[in-house]
């Protein structure tokens, strides 16, 4: 059985940095986009980033570009995403996904002062 869990998130000053992270087992994770999505308080779910199976080619929204990075590494069978100036618009529970069919149980971000 896939499982993903996230963790990493927390409340954060507007400006901040966070990382977080998904360790992944139960598949071959070296062989699978993986992606983060992240769910906004009164908002619908938003796709943030995505990375091919070989880590060389990552995407992402407009509203992040420039400021977030995903990463994998494949020896550690886990996921990342590097979140800098951060802002309360960033704020929401942060999901990592598996070829948008599993789904890890999320980890909330606040961005508040």
């Known amino acids: 059985q896939v499982q993903l869990a996230e963790s990493g998130g927390g409340l954060v000053q507007p400006g901040r940095s966070l990382r977080l992270s998904c360790a992944a087992s139960?598949?071959?994770?070296?062989?699978?986009?993986m992606h983060w999505v992240r769910q906004s308080p009164g908002k619908g779910l938003e796709w943030v980033s995505q990375?091919?199976?070989?880590?060389?080619?990552?995407y992402y929204a407009e509203s992040v570009k420039g400021r977030f990075t995903i990463s994998r590494d494949s020896a550690k069978n886990t996921l990342y995403l590097e979140m800098n100036s951060l802002k309360p618009g960033d704020t929401g529970v942060y999901y990592c996904?598996?070829?948008?069919?599993?789904w890890g149980q999320g980890t909330q971000v606040t961005v508040s002062s």
């Open positions: 990375i091919s199976p070989g880590g060389g080619t990552p």
């Open positions: 996904v598996k070829d948008f069919l599993d």
């Open positions: 139960a598949f071959t994770f070296s062989s699978y986009w």
